[in-house]
């Protein structure tokens, strides 16, 4: 996600009653099988999505972000991601939020500590 500035200042903001499902892949980008999960064949690896230095990603409330299979979202040194406090995040087992450097995930507190102990979200440091 590249630092755009859209009408509210934003790079990207999923509105109310939107989602985002960062999801891997079914469609083969690889030859050779990379992995065999839940009863499929994946010939993709895993989704890395990036919120780029000085990108802004918004999830308002009413909003749906998703990581799943096994995908990630990078926060980059100064980018951030907001979620209101309103705002549903699911990140399913073996998927993470990766921040690095200063790059910020500004959420509810609780929902916070609850990815941070689950290994969810972490820092690249």
């Known amino acids: 996600l ?13 509105a109310q ?4 499902i960062i999801d891997r892949s079914r469609t083969a980008t690889r030859i050779p099988l990379q992995e065999t999960m839940d009863g499929y064949e994946y010939y993709a690896p895993p989704t890395r999505f ?3 230095q000085g990108a802004s990603m918004r999830v308002e409330a009413g909003a749906e972000l998703r990581l799943e299979r096994k995908s990630e979202l990078h ?7 907001d979620l209101d406090n309103a705002a549903t995040l699911v990140v399913e087992n073996g998927c993470a939020i990766i921040t690095h450097g200063d790059g910020a995930v500004k959420a509810k507190k ?15 440091q």
Request: proline content about 7%; aromatic content about 0%.
């Open 2 to 14: 590249p630092p755009l500035r859209g009408a509210d200042g934003r790079s990207l903001t999923i």
């Open 17 to 20: 009653g939107g989602s985002l």
């Open 50 to 52: 990036t919120i780029a």
């Open 75 to 81: 926060v980059m040194p100064g980018a951030t991601l």
């Open 110 to 124: 609780k929902m916070l500590k609850k990815l941070r102990k689950k290994k969810r979200l972490r820092s690249a």
